[in-house]
């Protein structure tokens, strides 16, 4: 009964290749990678580029490096330039940052040199992941806690058209900035938004 070919997926993304790759992030098995055309039925297999409980992954597609990470918010960058950890850290004396079970991390559309990566504020690197900057506050005060953190961002997109564009989704809400992180306020807000870092 332990054998069965089955699988959780937290996430699933494709690259641009020819024929075009799938990676997922499954639940207590790693993260995977196979070509769609993979017959696992003929024994045809993926191979396993995370481990973990695999999460998200960001591919770059001008140069295949791929970020692959596990819970809590444990990244790593593998490609032809070489890899590393890819995780922002609390600055010295600030409160610690509380990183979600399923971690969101994703490549801008308009520059793939571009990293953003939720904690509970949303982080944004011009060069990989080597180095980042905070551009949101603390964008979730939720009290909840767990042993899967509370207060965190959920989920992150930005705008295929407009680079600054950004939507980030916590525990409460949904939040918007129309100015790459200088302020956010939830969607049609009236109120006066948060303000930066």
Do not use: C
């Not at 989704?169 to 306020?185: K, Q």
Request: no cysteine; net charge positive.
């Amino acid at each position: 009964l332990d054998r069965q070919p089955v699988g959780q997926f937290y996430s699933v993304n494709v690259d641009m290749a020819e024929p075009y790759n799938v990676y997922g992030g499954l639940q207590d098995n790693g993260t995977l990678k196979g070509s769609s055309r993979t017959r696992w039925e003929r024994g045809e297999d993926w191979s396993v580029i995370g481990g973990g409980d695999g999460m998200q992954v960001a591919i770059d597609d001008r140069d295949k490096t791929v970020y692959t990470g596990y819970q809590f918010g444990f990244y790593n960058r593998s490609g032809p330039d070489g890899g590393g950890e890819v995780r922002p850290r609390e600055k010295l004396k600030e409160p610690a940052l509380r990183y979600n079970w399923n971690t969101p991390v994703m490549l801008s559309t308009h520059n793939q040199d571009v990293v953003y990566y939720a904690a509970n504020k949303l982080f944004r690197s011009f060069d990989k992941g080597k180095t980042w900057s905070a551009i949101s506050p603390d964008l979730s005060t939720s009290r909840n806690r767990g042993n899967v953190p509370y207060a965190t961002i959920t989920t992150i997109s930005e705008s295929t058209k407009q680079f600054g564009l950004i939507w980030a989704g916590t525990d409460e809400g949904l939040f918007r900035s129309v100015d790459g992180g200088a302020r956010w306020a939830p969607p049609n807000a009236r109120h006066r938004p948060r303000g930066t870092a």
